[in-house]
């Protein structure tokens, strides 16, 4: 019997990974956790073991760098934004993610994560054809950006 | 040229006459312009009499190689084709434009233009002078000094009697018989020359040298003779498809195997008969106040020729320069002007130092057994663009506007508010550019920003000496303003439907006008949403009127910047991100998306993933818009030039012209 916190975050999924069936939804239901984290709230540390893959579903995230002795604001995220696929590796944060105006996320235990999705290569490949679309998108932002520093100096 | 006579007759004219045709013709006050040696080489110069023609000597051209050689034999229209070609008398390597005004101002200046008979005229050549025709003459601004250099020109052809290797109008369909576009064609023999009228004014000519008819065998000896000259040529290069098979190759191998050897030295297009590229020059005086600008010869193959503001180039390899070249010639000139843009001259061939032969780079790239592949760029721009017909405005003509407000904007960018009562100049269309003339300075275009009832804003970026010059400006200024110019944003194509507008940095300004119509009509368009993307916060163009739009119930603005730093609580990264997963869907969608090249690319993918048809997705273009009406050349995109075609196209038009480095 489901409670309705799950069913809550099973529809949420649904969301994000509409190709999951019912049964792919309910055991990543089960590991995730419908956070809303306050202005400020380091979700992840640059540097730290990623605990949790993360997606935003309302509000706004900050990625941040450390640089010199500032936190930079890298890039900000927005609902449907995937963070923290270094959870789904067992690796580090390569950046600190904070929670900015109203964020809402689902936060899904990444070693939970990595034992489901061993048991079930289905539920594996959607999983991370949703994180490659996610770093794609993220690797064309970063392009755009480094262009913008080397080559379009006039525009 | 004058018009062609319905019946050509042969007269002929025995070789000691040639002195009589040429004082025939210079009775006429026009000066004589033939073939004659200089250097070791056969030019086109101003010439006396018939001694100063090249009499015994003959030419000897390959791939890279010239000799003359001399015999005792008495023509003296045996040597191919010279080195210099006509454009020289029709389209002269300087050409002065404009100069300062005593109140400050730029005016147009107008050179006295000699009538002159031109005398050896080759039939390639002539084809030469009628896609001169072409490009300076019927495009939507003709080009004053040429037409008047042109109408008075008569034009003595002589048709050829000996083939060098490098010949190939055969191919391109321009010769070696001359059968139209001269005023009087000779064809020489042993004894002299056969003589037919092909216009009036060639008829008038004949009439008063009152030459004997020509016989029979002479007209029978004349046409073997020249018979002879297209059976040694042959067919090198088969044309019969060869554009579509081109502009089918833009990645080909061969572009780059090709470039490891041209030395991008330009030799190609300075003896070109038809290349016609030219890039301005303005020279200061001391005083730094006033000055002179000209006109001179450019060449697509120079690093500079596709540099842009902010030292970005659009063709840097000499690869992307050498495609550029002989795509344009042997293809996109056909969209552009009804014609090849090769004449088959082989001077080209000759007068390379390295001996490149483009009729061996086209049989390589574009073979006559290749197969059709699909054309890269629909083969014209689509039709009903513009609602209207635009305004025409003569190259040089400039009219006076005065800086009547200021307003800094970023650190290095200002609006100008620009008061002028030019009637064109007030029925500017959002989407459209001027040339801005400052003296003593460059004359760079600018969008639109802005069209009020008394005049115009600029929004200039201080990029270089001219721009900077330009953003130093106080009320009371003066300025020369040349336009509107170019294709407008086609508003009307989005009434009834969303709208997204979509800017990168300046990009804004030309879109700022399309915001001014929208509100202005507000019931014509449904959801308006509008996307801004900047460096930084203080990047930002407009920003209390942006402020203020977002105010407004009736449209969606988001913003973002590249880098927010400490002052900055909005979100941070690149604009498409603002819309990559919005909610509404682009089936009913108008997109005009101005900014930079990759962040317009990446806009147009991220609006196509949102439904939003390639056809209804507008851009405005970056080029080096040298004269601001498709005759320098500079801004050459596959079929189009930016400034004339554009700068507004879609992307459906545009193709993978805008997608691929190097166009």
Known sequence: MRDPATTARSALIARYLPDLSPRQRQTLALIARDERPTVGTYLMREGRPTLDLGVIIEGRLAVRDRIGADDVTLMTLDPGDVFGWSAVLDGISTASIVADQGARVLLFDGVALREAMEADKSLALLVCRRLLEAVARRLDATRMLARDVYAFRGS | ?663
């Open chain 2, 1 to 663: 040229m004058a018009a062609a006579a319905t019946a050509p007759t042969t007269a002929f004219l025995p070789r000691a006459g040639l002195d009589r045709l040429l004082d025939t013709l210079r009775a006429d006050g026009r000066s004589i312009v033939g073939p004659t040696i200089r250097d070791g080489a056969v030019v086109y110069e101003e010439i006396a009499t018939a001694d100063a023609l090249p009499v015994g000597w003959r030419s000897d051209a390959a791939p890279g190689t010239y000799r003359l050689t001399h015999d005792d034999a008495a023509r003296a229209f045996d040597y191919g084709v010279p080195v210099t070609s006509w454009k020289r008398y029709t389209h002269p390597p300087r050409v002065p434009l404009t100069r300062t005004t005593a109140d400050g101002l730029v005016e147009a200046v107008e050179t006295a233009v000699p009538p002159m008979a031109f005398i050896g005229v080759r039939a390639c050549e002539i084809a030469a002078l009628d896609i001169q025709e072409r490009v300076l003459r019927a495009g939507p601004e003709g080009d004053v000094d040429h037409v008047r250099r042109r109408d008075q020109a008569l034009v003595v052809a002589v048709e050829c009697a000996l083939a060098s290797s490098t010949c190939f109008c055969t191919s391109m369909g321009t010769g070696p018989e001359v059968t139209g576009g001269a005023d009087l064609v000779l064809s020489e023999l042993d004894a002299g020359f056969t003589v037919r009228a092909l216009s009036e004014a060639g008829k008038a000519v004949l009439s008063r040298l009152a030459l004997p008819a020509a016989s029979d065998q002479q007209i029978a000896a004349a046409a073997d003779q020249v018979a002879g000259v297209r059976s040694a040529i042959g067919d090198p290069v088969p044309s019969v498809g060869l554009a579509e098979r081109l502009r089918a190759a833009p990645e080909h191998p061969r572009w780059d195997v090709v470039a490891e050897r041209c030395l991008a030295c330009t030799n190609c297009t300075l003896v070109c008969p038809t290349c016609f590229c030219t890039s301005v020059s303005v020279t200061s005086d001391l005083d730094g106040i006033t000055g002179e600008s000209e006109r001179t010869w450019d060449s697509c193959f120079t690093l500079g020729f596709g540099r842009v503001a902010g030292d970005n180039n659009f063709r840097p390899r000499v690869a992307d320069r050498y495609r550029q070249w002989l795509t344009h010639k042997f293809s996109t000139w056909w969209d552009q002007f009804g014609s090849t843009g090769c004449v088959g001259c082989g001077r080209c061939i000759t007068w390379c130092p390295v001996g490149i032969d483009v009729r061996e780079e086209l049989l390589a790239i574009a073979p006559p057994d290749a197969a059709p592949a699909p054309i890269p760029w629909p083969p014209a721009p689509a039709a009903g663009h513009a609602p209207g017909p635009l305004p025409v405005v003569e190259p040089a003509r400039y009219v006076s506007a005065e800086v009547s407000g200021v307003t800094r904007e970023t650190a290095d960018t200002v609006t100008l508010a620009l008061s002028t009562d030019d009637p064109d100049l007030l029925a500017s269309r959002p989407g459209q550019f001027v040339m801005v003339a400052r003296p003593a300075q460059a004359v760079p275009p600018i969008s639109i920003s802005r069209i009020r009832s008394d005049g115009l804003d600029l929004t200039i970026r201080g990029v270089g000496p001219a721009t900077e010059a330009l953003i130093a400006s106080t009320p009371g200024d003066p300025i020369s303003l040349r336009g509107p110019l170019g294709r407008p944003w086609p508003l009307e194509t989005a009434y009834g439907g969303d709208v997204v507008i979509v800017a990168g940095g300046i990009g804004l300004a030309p879109l700022r006008p399309v915001i001014d119509a929208i509100f202005r009509e507000r019931y014509r368009f449904e959801a308006v949403r509008i996307y801004l993307g900047a460096r930084t916060p203080r990047d930002r163009l407009f920003v209390a009127e942006m402020a203020a739009l977002g105010g407004r119930t009736d449209l969606e603005i988001e913003e973002i910047v590249d880098r927010g730093g400490p002052e900055w609580f909005g979100r941070v990264g690149v604009v498409t991100q603002l819309f990559e997963r919005a909610p509404w869907t682009g089936e009913r969608t108008t997109a005009f998306v101005c900014g930079p090249d990759r962040m317009m690319q990446a806009t147009a993918r991220t609006l196509a993933a949102s439904g939003v048809a390639p056809e209804r997705t507008w851009l405005t273009l970056e080029r080096n818009m040298a004269c601001g009406v498709g005759v320098c050349g500079h801004c050459q995109l596959g079929p189009y030039f930016v400034c004339r075609d554009g700068p507004v196209f879609s992307v459906a038009e545009l193709g993978d012209t805008f997608t691929v480095e190097g166009r």
